[in-house]
């Protein structure tokens, strides 16, 4: 097999949060928690002119991110007791619930956001995926449930020859951090001046 990535097509994206809601569902999260995050951006104002009435300059838009299963993932190496690993044959970042004594340094490493802290049981957990899912043939629940599409799955080559290589958007850190298997279509107000 080979490294599994993520593909948004954020000018689809509609910020309805079918995608976080069925996650949440799927995976039984307790409020305040959530695997993939939808994000609204929004920058500029009305401004009222004397000679040509209201005018504006309004940009918004909406981004679906979950755990980008990174190539140089930042929360492997500060896991002290290595709950988290990347799987060999996916590239799939999994966090051991056996093992994760919560510490909270996956969550202080990722520039993502991607780890979440359960204060309920004391330990982190993040996307694995939907690896049970895909070993039933099925695809991840945030891709099937979107109603618009604007999330596909997949070798991370392959959409990176379908889509090209952009990772990274206006708001994101930087994606040389950690080399995220991510490859966006941007909204044309998200794209960053070299993209």
Known sequence: MAQLGFYINQSLCSGCKACTVACKDKNNLNVGINFRRVYAYEEGSFLQKPTSGIVQNVKAYYFSIACNHCSNPRCVPTCPVGAISKNKDNGVVTIDQDVCQGTQLCVKACPYGAPQYNKKVFRSN??????????????????????????????????????????????MPSSKITNPNLVILPHKDAKLSNT
């Open 126 to 171: 993040k996307c694995d995926f939907c690896l049970d899912l895909q070993e039933k043939g099925e695809d991840p629940v945030c891709v099937s449930t979107c109603p618009m599409g604007a999330i596909e799955f997949g070798p991370i080559d392959e959409l990176r020859k379908k889509y090209g290589r952009v990772s990274q958007i206006k708001g």
